[in-house]
């Protein structure tokens, strides 16, 4: 008699897993475009290994979710050919190919990872168009070098049951928001789900083992690292999710999930085998607030949230952008958090063109004039003369200097109390001093707007993707918690 884990995952995969059409679809543009990516290179003079990789190759692709990867594999200058492709000019060599390819594409995206590459939009679908070095088994010139082994590694080894295994695994993620190893989601990969199911065997066992996570999950198919010897994997890897590579025992592939992405998916596990629900593999249509609703959320919520709005054009390409955006993101995390103002969250909205939005919720806008400052404890003699030769006679302590609990300390004057003043003043420069990416800077010292609380409501209601991003934002409850009992 079927669980109903089991009637479900059947159900689930009767939506996600591509039909006979489909793939005969996918499979004539994926044939079409490495034949002509190959006529190509040799129209080019590039001697070039072309093949499809990713999930197409390995057949774990969902059905409404069929990204074509071919890869072009270049000589390596190791070669000592007069075909070789030095590191500097593989992106330049592969963007070249890819872009005369490109031609009948209806969307053109430049992407990047280590190096650039072309992704398009092709008779609907997207198709990625990379290059790589065609090396031997750990000789890597670059990281997508890999690529075509983990294709191999793959095949040799799921089963035919576990394709299907696999295709949940992915869809579950994407419903919940972890899939995806692009910077601007920083969660599971393709190849990372594939390497789970071959661990677990299955979706529920992978979602069993994850809702039974403490402090660590380690996992070496290949045995690289023989057993007993989990402290050398602690100095290898330091991060809470660790997957050895197979074809490479030097790397963790899981290195890129962002921890928040690993707990979310480790809660949605939890919640989902206590009340399985195929609302956990597909994410529902979301409806924005009211311009009326957001005003009353937000002037009565209590806290103040900060928007930090640029309309300046960024010239990159999304990963480098998204990259530049959290970096930008953390600085004035940490220049606002120096200053005493507690932060409750924060995170950065961008339509990856014109318009980028940092968002920072504060327990309050304006903080008290005066702030308490530790010394050091009493046994630190030197260091109490120097403190006590500083503060005793200054004009900006208001008490003090003092002892409490073996330290001396003074009640001060704080330099700013208003975070809007403190931001105004720090990012005139565009944030340089306090470590926002180059481009955020170029960005903030063009065109910057601070706003607090219901005074976004103007940019609200002119893009209807920021409506979404802000709406669930605001209730920071994942759609597959909504409803839980």
Sequence with gaps: ????????????????????????????????????????????????????????AKDTWLKDNPDIDIFIRLPPVTTATADAVSRKKLGEVGLKIAQTVAKDATEVIERFAEHPYLEI???????????????????????????????????????PKMLGEVRLLKQFMQGIGVYGAEIKIGGFSGYLCELLILTYGSFVQTAQAFANYNKRVI????????????????????EPLVIIDPIDKARNAASAVQIEKLYNFIGATRTFLQNPSEKFFFTPKQTALTIKNLKQQLDNRGS????????????????????????????????????????LRDTVWSNE???????????????????????????CSNECTKFLNKYTKSNQVTAGPYIEENKW????????????????EKLADGGKNIGTSEIITKAFKTN????????????????NYFKIFLTNFLSGKPHWLKNQQ
């Excluded at 309309?311 to 959290?326: E, I, M």
């Excluded at 910057?448 to 893009?463: A, C, D, G, V």
């Design 1 to 56: 008699m079927q669980t109903e884990l089991e009637a479900l995952s059947l159900q689930v995969l009767k939506k996600i897993t591509p039909t006979t059409e489909e793939y005969c679809r996918v499979k004539a543009l994926s044939e079409k475009l490495e034949q002509k990516i190959l006529e190509t290179c040799q129209q080019q003079c590039v001697k070039a290994i072309v093949r499809v990789e990713g999930s197409i």
């Design 121 to 159: 939009i092709i008779d609907g679908l997207r198709v990625d168009i990379v290059p790589c070095y065609d090396v031997k088994l750990g000789e890597w010139q670059s990281a997508t070098d890999r690529t075509p082994y983990h294709t191999d590694y793959i095949k040799q080894h799921l089963t």
């Design 219 to 238: 996992i070496d198919i290949e045995h690289h690292h023989p057993l007993g010897k989990e402290n050398n994997l602690t100095e290898l890897f330091s």
């Design 304 to 343: 103040t949230i900060l928007f930090l709005i640029t309309n300046s054009s960024t010239q990159a390409v999304p990963d480098v952008l998204w990259g530049q955006l959290y970096k930008s993101k953390r600085s004035i995390h940490k220049l606002l958090e120096l200053n005493d103002y507690k932060i």
């Design 353 to 379: 063109k014109n318009l980028h939005i940092f968002i920072f919720e504060i327990e309050q806008q304006n903080i008290a004039n005066i702030k308490k400052h530790s010394g050091p404890p009493l046994e």
């Design 409 to 424: 300390t003074v009640e001060i004057f704080r330099k700013n109390t208003n975070a809007i003043t403190l931001l105004k």
């Design 448 to 463: 910057l707007t601070l706003l607090t609380n219901s005074e976004i409501t103007k940019t609200y209601n002119q893009n």
